[in-house]
């Protein structure tokens, strides 16, 4: 079953302009992480956020993390048309002994398109 | 260096037929991941591989998947008597280890994925 669904499915915005992309998850977490992956092939990972951040930057990316509302987000500034692609967020949860139970489970993504 | 590699990139296949599907890790990882992507059920995890330790199968659909890690670093996932709900790409990841994994430490590798079709 999802743990994670990305909000909205589809953004198609101009370069230049920011992206914005939500995550929502249900159990508690160890990590959160953000991938991208081109044309339904490998996934890049992105960023890692623990669970006891609350904001992590990188390059022109920003991750936020509310684990009281259980959701993320993933800012892109500065958009370019080479940052098209589907994002997807992954969440680890938390194991019965409190760790993680190592197993990413993702969110259907988020379809990015940057027009030139 | 080398990231993980996967064969064969695409695969074509009939009903009823065994299909193989391989990694390569990256050298020295210890933590080994199979998972499937699909249009109905997005990305889903299948089992993982950690050292010698037993397998964690809880993610296969059915007894007609198996994976298996030999020497610790090469894996074959075999899919036996292929169904049409099988098309999928199937990827592959590794990280150096699930402790530094949980901690934050590190993340899953990704390799490129191999594409099942199954006629």
């Known amino acids: 079953s999802q743990q994670g669904e990305e909000d909205p499915q589809a953004l198609s915005i101009q370069e230049g302009e920011n992206a914005t992309m939500n995550c929502s998850y249900k159990?508690?977490?160890?990590?959160l992480q953000w991938y991208r992956q081109n044309s339904g092939r490998g996934l890049v990972h992105l960023i890692l956020?623990?669970?006891?951040?609350r904001e992590k930057h990188s390059g022109r990316l920003r991750v936020t993390l509310d684990t009281s509302k259980k959701s993320s987000s993933l800012l892109i500034t500065a958009s370019r048309a080479a940052d098209t692609a589907s994002y997807f967020c992954?969440?680890?949860?938390?194991?019965?002994?409190?760790?993680?139970?190592?197993?990413?489970?993702f969110g259907k993504g988020t379809l990015l398109t940057v027009n030139p | 260096g080398a990231g993980v590699s996967q064969s064969p990139s695409n695969k074509v296949t009939e009903k009823g037929k065994d299909v193989e599907l391989r990694c390569d890790p990256i050298?020295?990882?210890?933590?080994l991941y199979w998972y499937r992507q699909s249009l109905g059920q997005g990305l889903e995890f299948l089992i993982y591989?950690?050292?010698?330790?037993?397998?964690?199968k809880s993610g296969l659909p059915s007894d007609r998947f198996s994976a298996e890690r030999t020497g610790g670093s090469v894996s074959t996932l075999t899919i036996q008597r292929t169904q049409q709900e099988d098309s999928a790409v199937y990827l592959c990841?590794?990280?150096?280890?699930?402790?530094?994994?949980?901690?934050?430490?590190?993340?899953?590798?990704f390799g490129p994925g191999t594409r099942l079709t199954v006629l």
């Open positions: 990841a590794s990280s150096l280890d699930i402790v530094r994994l949980a901690r934050g430490a590190d993340t899953q590798y």
């Open positions: 159990t508690s977490i160890n990590n």
């Open positions: 956020i623990r669970s006891n951040e």
């Open positions: 992954a969440t680890d949860a938390r194991g019965d002994s409190g760790g993680s139970n190592y197993k990413l489970t």
């Open positions: 050298s020295g990882h210890t933590a």
């Open positions: 591989f950690q050292g010698n330790s037993a397998p964690d």
